[in-house]
């Protein structure tokens, strides 16, 4: 993992595959400083070189969504981690100020359509995590309704593991695990329609949830970002184009697939050539700026 950067008033705690996590040096550790780096991870390894301004992409696409789901798109207000303190002028566009949650040691996957390794499982057993769906379904194709796939949040160093929901029941508590289930759906339908009404699909994606000081349930780490969901270019996917094909996606798919072509998922993974990394910046920032407008 690279070497974080030091930020006066602030201590290092963490970093993962992309962001770099601080506490406050003085004072009470209530809230957490979350830089969003350039560093691009895929199938669990961190890659050479990182996309330029990728991390402020990611934060500027999470502060839109934050802010549409507390309410700008018309919908109710839903909590998410944010202070509204300005963050330190030294990650300034790439950083969020956050409150500490509890985290919910389940990662909350919803699909509206069928890809990824959600079309892997369905080929194999005609169900995605102890969902059972029609049969005949395509790569690509959009499922009947949208559905919640979760998956276990795995100790750092090893795999998270996609359980279904019975087993998520067991983890969190069968109350607990619904409310995931509803809020994740919410969130999804939301979200998709608004990204439907931009030329663009939201074919599946991920929510991290904790709970606040007062038990408030409350959406954290990062939304709807290129990182943690699948776009498509709505047109392209209508038009019969391969969804998951490099140039009808606004994610890492473009990262994804090129790496799947040209490592065999032994040793250390190959630098990204200079035209993946120019792409898939190009995508990332094609993003944001369709949603915004």
């Given amino acids: 993992m690279s070497t974080a950067r030091e930020i006066p008033g602030w201590k290092h705690v ?9 506490e406050p040096a003085d004072g009470p550790a209530d809230r957490m400083l979350v830089v969003a780096s350039d560093r691009v991870s895929a199938f669990d390894f961190v890659l050479s070189p990182a996309i330029p301004e990728k991390g402020a992409l990611l934060t500027a696409l999470s502060d839109w969504w934050f802010e549409q789901l507390a309410g700008a798109d018309g919908g109710a207000p839903i909590a998410n981690h944010l202070t509204g ?34 079309w892997k499982e369905y080929q194999q ?13 395509n790569d690509g194709d959009r499922l009947p309704e949208p559905i919640f796939t979760p998956a276990y949040k795995a100790p750092l160093g090893e795999h998270d593991e996609n359980i279904t929901f019975e087993q998520a029941e067991e983890i969190v508590g069968e109350e607990l695990a619904a409310d995931l289930r509803d ?6 339908r939301r979200a998709a329609a608004t990204a439907e009404a931009r030329g663009l699909i939201l074919a599946d994606t ?16 990062e939304v709807l970002t290129s990182d ?36 065999d998922k032994t040793g250390t993974p190959p630098e990204l050539p200079t035209d993946i990394v120019a ?3 190009a995508r990332y920032g094609e993003l944001l700026t369709r949603l915004r407008g």
């Fill in 14 to 22: 963490y970093s993962g595959k992309v962001r770099d996590l601080y």
């Fill in 85 to 118: 303190e300005k963050p330190p002028a030294e990650v300034a566009g790439r950083a969020m100020v956050a409150k500490k949650l509890t985290m919910i040691p389940i990662e909350c996957v919803v699909r509206g359509y069928l890809t990824g390794s959600g």
């Fill in 125 to 137: 057993s005609g169900s995605i995590c102890g969902v059972t769906l029609p049969a005949g379904l």
């Fill in 183 to 188: 809020l994740s759906l919410q969130i999804y």
């Fill in 206 to 221: 991920k929510f991290e949830f904790g709970h606040d000081a007062d038990g408030v349930l409350t959406l954290g780490d």
């Fill in 228 to 263: 943690s969901s699948r776009y498509w270019d709505r047109a392209a996917w209508e038009s019969g184009t391969t969804p998951a094909a490099r140039m009808a996606s606004f994610d890492k798919q473009i990262v994804r697939d090129w790496l799947a072509a040209n490592w």
């Fill in 279 to 281: 792409e898939t910046a």
